[in-house]
């Protein structure tokens, strides 16, 4: 069977250059007549490989010298606690903007080790929107402010960052890292999981400022910790390093692509395709407005449950596939991250368009 277009929200599509230059590579990394699954993470090979993935990340989201890139085990996930245990820790509490099921883990994560408000939520609509914020909501004395940049099940993303003032923001940017230009230095931690705009699963990559390291609770487990990790360089144990030479190709890829400011400007171009499309349709419905609709991820509906598996099943068979909306919103999400082509995103509005002529 050929490639189909994937539009799964995560383990996601891969660039297939990426995929094409792992597969020759193999059985044989560099020379070294062993696969990069099969030599040791302390050996040159792979010391290279480490030092140019970070290298290539810190130039792709032009990271400033003050912050620390970690590549960590436990995905976006375990970020979860840590945050928490590692910043939490001056005044012990934290603001948290709920914007769907990934802010409550958080959340709710948040809350084992502290006081945590939350500032502002969108639950009332089923996470439909972004709520409004203004500084004079956020507790100066927050040890920080925590949001999802882009909620993957719901399809929506900040049209701007809230004004925090001078209390840091932790951004949980694992469907939208590197989809998007956005300004490191607003941060003082940017955390994701790979497994839809990076590489595969099995990481995630921890961005945070330096000022931030080295205060963690004494209850945090060593692994726990980022101070750990900042100063072994992400080789305090041995770490996911398949899926840092992934995320490596990958970097390069983007790169040669023109970088994130390129690669914003397709995607901005695939999702207008349909959101465009969804506006003007008498049977497609967007369930995210205007300026909170996310680039990354575009859930949509049909009138009813027997259409919206009719228009699954006839996708598929037309090389469509994973297009299923998550449970909780219903319908369907295509997911465009950074490697779905413009051509599947192409098709995919030309074939929803004849579904409308078939059944209206
Ligand atoms: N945050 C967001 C926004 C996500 O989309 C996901 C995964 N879909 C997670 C966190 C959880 O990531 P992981 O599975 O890597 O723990």
Not at 21 to 27: D, H, T
Not at 245 to 258: K, N, P, R, S
């Amino acid at each position: 069977m050929g490639r189909v277009f994937n539009f799964s929200a995560g383990p996601a599509t891969l660039p297939e250059p990426v995929l094409e230059i792992a597969q020759k590579e193999l059985l044989d990394f560099k020379g070294t007549g062993m696969s990069v699954m099969e030599i040791s993470h302390r050996s040159a090979a792979f010391t290279e490989v480490i030092e140019k993935a970070e290298a290539d990340l810190r130039t792709l989201m032009n990271i400033p010298e003050n912050y620390k890139v970690l590549f960590l085990q436990g995905g976006a996930s375990s970020q979860f606690a840590m945050v928490p245990l590692n910043l939490m820790t001056t005044n012990k509490k934290a603001d948290y903007i709920n914007t769907g099921q990934w802010s409550k883990k958080a959340i709710a994560e948040g809350k084992r080790f502290g006081s945590v408000n939350v500032v502002a939520s969108s639950e009332d609509k089923v996470f439909n929107y972004i709520p409004e914020t203004n500084r004079q909501m956020f507790d100066p004395a927050a040890d920080y402010v925590h949001i999802t940049s882009n909620n993957t099940i719901y399809g929506t993303t900040y049209p701007e960052l809230p004004d925090t003032g001078d209390v840091p923001i932790v951004a949980d940017m694992s469907s939208n890292i590197l989809g998007q230009v956005y300004d490191v230095s607003k941060f003082g931690l940017i955390y994701a999981g790979a497994q839809k705009n990076v590489g595969p699963a099995g990481m995630a990559i921890v961005i945070i400022r330096e000022d931030l390291i080295g205060h963690a609770m004494d209850i945090a487990p060593v692994m726990f910790n980022y101070e750990t990790h900042a100063n072994a360089g992400s080789r305090y144990n041995t770490p996911p390093c398949f899926a840092i030479y992934m995320a490596g190709l990958v970097f390069e890829w983007l790169l040669d692509l023109g970088g994130v400011p390129a690669m914003e400007e397709v995607n901005r171009e695939k999702a207008a395709w349909l959101y465009d499309f969804l506006d003007e349709s008498k049977i497609f419905k967007s369930t995210v407005e205007g300026i909170h609709r996310s680039i990354m991820n575009v859930p949509f509906v049909l009138p009813n449950d027997e259409l919206n598996a009719q228009f699954i099943k006839e996708a598929t068979d037309a090389g469509l596939t994973t297009l299923k909306g998550h449970r909780t919103v219903g319908g369907m999400r295509a997911s465009i991250y950074n490697a779905m082509p413009p051509e599947g995103v192409k098709k995919l509005v030309a074939f929803m368009k004849q579904f409308e002529v078939n059944n209206s």
